[in-house]
């Protein structure tokens, strides 16, 4: 929906080793507004388009650690 504030788009999500990876496991708030990847090799993302229904702070697609990374038409606010 949006509204990431400045705050939220700086928070520093820590690392849980051993822990399956939730997808709320960090709380309600990540400081991505669309994607998070960590630790990834190889993703590849083709014709996405993100958008927020309000203003937002936050990037669209945060990468931590990724090896390979191949972005195609991408569409975000």
Sequence with gaps: MGKGTLEEASINLNEYAGAYPENRMYGQV???????FRHVKNISLKNV???VHNKDFRLAIIFDDVFQATINNLKSD
Excluded: A, I, N
């Design 30 to 36: 990540y400081p991505s507004s669309g994607f998070f």
């Design 49 to 51: 388009e993100l958008t």
